[in-house]
């Protein structure tokens, strides 16, 4: 058999492998042949210890171990910027809560302290194992921050993992039911290469490999655990049609007869976008978790996971698709399809990066008002808390290495060279996005057409 036989055949073999909706016709000895040949040359020294038990999208809320909220005392409104990361998530928060009197970060002593970095993402709701202690000590740094019940504050987390993470919707929908969720999405490879440079020069451990080896590392990856993302969008799902809305938006929203046309157009198109949503994204990566240094499907059967209050089950996780999901992290529509399964499309406000860069004060006023607040009470923060939001960035503190202050938000200047010198792996992964950015277009124009119409000139270069 020649090389691009082998090649065609494990593919064969690794849709067989649990990817549904693929028959295979090859007999059982030659399944068994090839499939001895493919696992030897495709594994990778991230996938050595897969061993996970994969839990099917019904059960992965039910793994995901949601705690009995009723022995808590909540904030009445909170907010969430979910990512994505590296997409300006810093700078949207140090500015809310610095020029937003209401706007509220958590606090981890009581004092008014604004220690940026360590407040902004709490890495709660991503957790594995997510204990009780971990819960209390969650809502008494916001609770030292202001009161819960006080309905004229927000509070807000600024954890850009729960994005990508699958089992951060399922706990955040049932904590916090009517979450407002931001989103600030950019250029998908732009955003890996942001990340990558970050790990690089901060030497974030573990380290990463170089840019075109972690990309090609990653994307065998996706491949040999049959994702497959690159399917392109389902027309029906955006077609949509009349027939229903889905269980989740019925109860809360008007009457359709309430509705003008283009409303009840609008309504249709997200919930049927909503009753067909893919589940490749799923499919792919389970429920997945943050564990410590990497993210993966469960390895415990999910009927082992012991109640919320239990100690850390050891081995938790799988470690399956590498630590640092630099390719992974940049599938924008499959992550969103699945937070809609748990929140209604009115509770997202989608940010295009470009917007927030280069209208970053008129950006501001928008997420001001979406989270129900006044945007005229923005006002430049006094200057010792100005002096804290600097030297919480303290670049030397972290690297010893220069960090630039550009409109606000901490960039870490990227060597000039990197860009020629991956110039093909930047090509092949922008290549690679295309199907999942125009399954983006396409969400975003049914689910949520005022983000991405009115400043489409402007904004969404990526997507155009
Ligand atoms: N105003 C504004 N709008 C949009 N983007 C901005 C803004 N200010 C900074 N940046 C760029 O955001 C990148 C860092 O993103 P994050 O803060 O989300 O990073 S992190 O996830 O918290 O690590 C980082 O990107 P790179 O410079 O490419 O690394 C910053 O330059």
């Known amino acids: 058999m020649t090389w691009r036989g082998v090649h065609t055949a494990c593919k064969s073999v690794r849709s067989s492998r649990g990817c549904a909706g693929h028959v295979n016709i090859m007999t059982l000895d030659v399944m068994l042949v090839i499939f001895l040949i493919c696992t030897s040359f495709s594994r990778s020294d991230y ?34 910027i979910i990512g994505a990361q590296k997409s300006g998530t810093t700078y949207l928060f140090d500015e809310l809560v610095a020029k937003h009197p209401h ?7 009581g004092s008014s302290s604004f220690k940026f970095n360590s407040v902004k993402e709490p890495h709660l709701f991503n957790r594995m194992p997510l204990l ?131 409303a009840r157009k609008r309504r249709n198109l997200s919930a049927s976008h909503r009753r067909h949503l893919s589940t490749a994204w799923n499919d792919c990566f389970k429920c997945t978790f943050w564990c410590g240094n990497y993210t993966g499907p469960l390895r415990l059967s999910f009927k082992d996971i012991k109640p919320f209050k239990s100690r850390a089950p050891p081995n938790t996780c799988t470690q399956v698709f590498g630590p640092h999901a630099i390719v992974r992290r940049g599938f924008y529509a499959y992550q969103l399809e699945w937070w809609l399964h748990h929140f209604k499309p009115e509770q997202f406000l989608i940010i295009d990066h470009n917007e927030l ?54 960039s870490i200047p990227r060597n000039k060279s990197v860009d020629n010198q991956y110039a093909e792996a930047i090509h092949r992964l922008n290549e690679y996005y295309k199907p999942a950015n125009e399954r983006l277009r396409s969400l975003l124009n049914s689910v949520w057409p005022k983000s991405s119409g009115a400043q489409r000139d402007a904004a969404w270069r990526f997507l155009n």
């Open 357 to 410: 860069l280069d209208k970053s004060q008129t950006t501001l006023r928008r997420v001001v008002k979406f989270l129900g607040h006044d945007p005229e009470l923005l006002q430049e923060p006094p200057e010792e808390v100005k002096k804290e939001i600097v030297l919480s960035h303290q670049p030397e503190k972290a690297a010893g290495k220069e960090w630039v202050l550009s409109t606000g938000g901490w």
């Open 132 to 262: 009780w202690t971990h819960m209390m000590e969650y809502l008494k740094s916001y609770a030292l921050a202001g009161s819960p019940q006080d309905r004229s504050l927000t509070f807000l987390d600024g954890t850009p993992d729960y994005m990508h993470i699958a089992s951060s919707p399922c706990r955040l929908s049932k904590v916090f039911p009517d979450a407002k969720l931001i989103v600030v999405l950019r250029d998908p490879v732009q955003r890996a290469l942001s990340q990558w440079n970050m790990i690089r020069t901060l030497s974030q451990k573990p380290p990463v490999k170089d840019f075109d080896l972690e990309v090609a590392g990653e994307i065998a990856l996706l491949e040999n655990h049959c994702c497959r993302l690159e399917e392109s969008s389902d027309e029906e799902a955006l077609e949509g049609d009349e027939a229903g809305l889905s269980d989740r938006s019925e109860p809360q929203q008007k009457s359709s007869k309430t509705l003008n046309p283009s």
């Open 103 to 109: 706007i509220k970060a958590r606090s981890k002593d």
């Open 47 to 80: 996938s050595a210890d897969f061993a996970g038990n994969e839990v099917a999208e019904s059960e992965c809320c039910y793994a995901a171990n949601i705690p009995n909220i009723s022995q808590f005392s909540l904030p009445v409104n909170m907010a969430f």
